[in-house]
């Protein structure tokens, strides 16, 4: 029985209340100093801190430490060793020092660098990065000590995730200070927030088990839809079942030992469907936990004979899944995309607004770029998910305060309703007026954008369930920073009336930007004509997202707010490229495979019974049955001489290794074998059915 009464919250995390526990006062203190305030460790506090860790770690179990870290493959790597230090013969203690806690030095050759790591120099190096505590990861024999680290080249260059992400919320936090100086606030902390909802799919272990494309690509590259799939909505919210429920409540478990604030859990849209959301936390600690909600998934998914799938896509037919990523900046704790209720909190929260409007404007490319991947590509467009276009949604009343800034006149007719508006009169005034009640009812909201106001957050809907959120934030801090800084450069240069200048410069950028605003709907037929005649990018699939990486004004802009050098973005763009290519590769052998070794034969083997029983039927001079078998016959039949000609043509892309031909014949053979599989005796049937997975569990 696991004890939901959160008495364990956070017990296997080195946590401020275990620091002043295990640490001597003074290094308790600065080292939550550190934490609070994102700054490096204090090198003299170090074999301090280290031996304190130890302690704590040892008092719970563990044996080994490691520095956990985000290379570039899209998962977390570790490499543990013992705490054991031989002392004499046949006796050993247990160390560990501040060297081993602070830095780390590890064989980065087999871990993608996209050309920046030579290979002479296959070092790479981890670094603590204090502002995401230790935690302990328990296994059936033990615990390890996890210490989260970024992973850098010899030379400094970023190999992972994380490096990016803590460069680019300095910069957004140094932007944030400056133009919060301009409205004379006092000098606060920044805190950059994220809250990811996680959706994922449950399926038996025993028929993965017999899904060779499940276990090698993480989707079904064949399977006919069932006649009842999402139709009914029946699953959405539903009750959730028993067995689901154990699982749920193991996962929560687990991570509320970890400190990770799960809150919320149901049922999705699609059968065998369902999402995980953890309350918003600081955002660097909340991309890791994301990477610990996926593996927890999967590891107590298995623990229970299920197996977690995170892909965007598993079953053709039935949604796919997403990670959506709650996004907002704190100043000394107050939310500035929240909607002040005096007219100075209001004119900061406007200008916020505006700043990210802009940004999503000028760089929806780059964002896009950050969703880009294999799997996802089965999802962006596919009218379940927000399309590749990148705009924002802000809500009726939102759009006619935009309106009413951009005109100078209050609006009229319902979007202007509750604010007693008469044609011809001024609109609103930027640091006078406050704003009207802005809803935060979820009932009308537009699920069909990718990037929507959510009263007080903005809603990345777009990146994919197996992504690593680092990617998104790291990209929109960026960009809002280089808003949130021309901004203050153009109030320099003015130096009017404060107000009145803002309330200019806002009416100019929303003029400038607003063709990224859309509350219509992002699934219809029309809106991709419409954002084409506005000029806005629309990056179908991977290869198109990534080449934003190469443009020289994103290299400039990413250079100079320090978070990717050219380099960096280089080798991100060819270990994108690559991956890409290799994981369509796989998918395109596995596919062949199974066409000719498992649905070949069976098919082959029905085809000969059929054919041997209509030759012995004639020779009996039967009377009935014929027709029956020699219709069957002949689709089987059909069937089979159109499975070889798509199998060669999968074969002859797959030998010229060409992404776009290997996807086509990928998806004629799919077609062929989907039609087969709706022929062929259930009972012979070799893989196990849509209808098995999605539903029985
Ligand atoms: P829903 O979007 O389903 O209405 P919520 O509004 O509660 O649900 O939020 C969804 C996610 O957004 C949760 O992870 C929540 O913690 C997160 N969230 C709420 N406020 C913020 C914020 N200020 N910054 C970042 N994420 C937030
Ligand atoms: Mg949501």
């Known amino acids: 029985m696991i004890d939901t009464s959160l008495k364990n919250y956070g017990e296997d995390v080195f946590s401020e209340r275990e620091m002043r526990q295990h640490l001597p006062k003074d290094v308790a203190a600065k080292l939550i100093a550190t934490m609070r305030e994102s700054r490096r460790l204090d090198a003299s506090i170090a074999d301090a801190v280290a031996h304190g860790m130890k302690e704590w770690a040892l008092s719970r179990g563990a044996t080994h430490f490691t520095h956990w870290f985000q290379p570039m493959t899209g998962g977390t790597a570790e490499k543990h060793d013992a705490f054991l230090e031989p002392a004499g013969i046949a006796q050993a203690v247990q160390k560990f020092s501040g060297k081993n806690l602070i830095g780390g030095e590890t064989d980065a050759s087999s871990f993608p660098s996209g050309g920046l790591r030579s290979t002479f120099e296959a070092r790479g190096y981890t670094a603590w990065d204090p502002t995401s505590p230790a935690f302990i990861k328990r296994h059936e024999n033990g615990a390890t000590l996890c210490i989260p680290t970024a992973f850098c080249s010899y030379t400094g260059a970023a190999l992972d995730m994380k490096t990016p992400l803590l460069r680019s919320i300095q910069a957004i936090s140094r932007a944030t200070e400056r133009l919060m100086d301009k409205f004379g606030k006092r000098r606060s902390?920044?805190?950059?927030?994220?809250?990811?909802?996680?959706?994922?799919?449950?399926?038996?272990?025993?028929?993965?088990?017999?899904?060779?494309?499940?276990?090698?690509?993480?989707?079904?590259?064949?399977?006919?839809?069932?006649?009842?799939?999402?139709?009914?909505?029946?699953?959405?919210?539903?009750?959730?079942?028993?067995?689901?429920?154990?699982?749920?409540?193991?996962?929560?478990?687990?991570?509320?030992?970890l400190g990770?604030?799960?809150?919320?859990?149901?049922?999705?849209?699609?059968?065998?469907?369902?999402?995980?959301?953890?309350?918003?936390?600081?955002?660097?600690?909340?991309?890791?936990?994301?990477?610990?909600?996926?593996?927890?998934?999967?590891?107590?998914?298995?623990?229970?004979?299920?197996?977690?799938?995170?892909?965007?896509?598993?079953?053709?037919?039935?949604?796919?899944?997403?990670?959506?990523?709650?996004?907002?900046?704190?100043?000394?704790?107050?939310?500035?995309?929240?909607?002040?209720?005096?007219?100075?909190?209001?004119?900061?929260?406007?200008?916020?607004?505006?700043?990210?409007?802009?940004?999503?404007?000028?760089?929806?490319?780059?964002?896009?770029?950050?969703?880009?991947?294999?799997?996802?590509?089965?999802?962006?467009?596919?009218?379940?998910?927000?399309?590749?276009?990148?705009s924002i949604f802000l809500g009726d009343e939102l759009s006619a305060v935009m309106r009413e800034i951009e005109t100078g006149v209050k609006g009229r007719g319902p979007k202007a309703k509750g604010r007693g508006a008469n044609a011809g009169e001024q609109g609103m005034r930027i640091?006078?007026?406050?704003?009207?009640?802005?809803?935060?009812?979820?009932?009308?909201?537009?699920?069909?954008?990718?990037?929507?106001?959510?009263?007080?957050?903005?809603?990345?809907?777009?990146?994919?369930?197996?992504?690593?959120?680092?990617?998104?934030?790291?990209?929109?801090?960026?960009?809002?920073?280089?808003?949130?800084?021309?901004?203050?450069?153009?109030?320099?240069?003015?130096?009017?009336?404060?107000?009145?200048?803002?309330?200019?410069?806002?009416?100019?950028?929303?003029?400038?930007?607003?063709?990224?605003?859309f509350s219509g709907d992002g699934y219809g037929d029309e809106w991709p004509k419409e954002a084409a005649a506005r000029g806005l990018p629309n990056l179908r699939d991977t290869p198109a997202a990534i080449e934003p990486l190469n443009d020289p004004a994103n290299r400039e802009l990413f250079a100079r707010y320090g978070v990717l050098t050219d380099g960096e973005m280089a080798s991100r763009h060819e270990i994108a490229a690559d991956d890409y290519a290799s994981r369509i590769l796989i998918e395109g052998k596995v596919a062949l495979e199974i066409a000719r070794s498992m649905v070949r034969p069976v098919v082959a083997e029905e085809f000969s019974r059929l054919a041997t029983a209509i030759g012995r039927a004639k020779r009996d001079g039967l009377k009935v049955g014929l027709r029956g078998l020699g219709a069957l016959s002949q689709k089987l039949g059909a069937g089979l001489d159109d499975l070889h000609v798509k199998c060669e043509r999968l074969d002859k892309a797959l030998s010229k290794e060409d992404g776009a031909a290997i996807r086509a014949a990928m998806d004629t053979l799919r077609s062929t074998v989907d039609r087969l599989e709706l022929l062929v005796d259930d009972g012979k049937w070799p893989l196990p059915k849509y209808r098995q997975m999605l539903f029985v569990y």
């Open 260 to 390: 990770i604030p799960a809150k919320t859990r149901h049922n999705e849209v699609a059968p065998a469907q369902f999402e995980l959301a953890p309350m918003f936390e600081d955002q660097n600690l909340a991309v890791d936990h994301n990477m610990l909600v996926m593996e927890t998934l999967r590891q107590t998914a298995e623990a229970n004979g299920l197996v977690c799938l995170l892909h965007e896509k598993p079953f053709e037919g039935v949604n796919g899944s997403g990670k959506h990523c709650n996004w907002s900046i704190a100043y000394g704790g107050r939310n500035l995309l929240s909607p002040g209720d005096n007219p100075r909190d209001n004119a900061i929260f406007l200008t916020f607004l505006s700043a990210v409007v802009r940004a999503i404007d000028l760089h929806a490319d780059m964002l896009r770029f950050s969703t880009a991947g294999a799997g996802n590509d089965h999802r962006l467009g596919a009218n379940e998910a927000p399309p590749a276009i990148i």
């Open 189 to 257: 902390h920044v805190t950059v927030t994220l809250g990811a909802e996680q959706e994922y799919f449950l399926i038996d272990r025993s028929f993965y088990l017999r899904r060779p494309d499940l276990l090698q690509t993480g989707r079904t590259v064949f399977g006919a839809p069932p006649a009842k799939h999402q139709q009914l909505d029946d699953h959405y919210f539903g009750a959730i079942r028993p067995r689901i429920l154990k699982f749920m409540t193991e996962v929560e478990d687990r991570l509320w030992r």
């Open 431 to 517: 640091g006078v007026d406050t704003l009207p009640p802005l809803p935060r009812d979820t009932t009308d909201r537009n699920r069909t954008s990718p990037f929507a106001f959510t009263g007080n957050k903005f809603e990345f809907r777009a990146p994919g369930s197996s992504q690593n959120c680092a990617a998104s934030q790291t990209v929109l801090n960026t960009i809002v920073a280089e808003s949130l800084d021309a901004i203050c450069d153009k109030l320099e240069k003015r130096g009017g009336d404060f107000n009145e200048e803002l309330q200019l410069l806002l009416q100019r950028l929303i003029k400038k930007h607003k063709r990224v605003l």
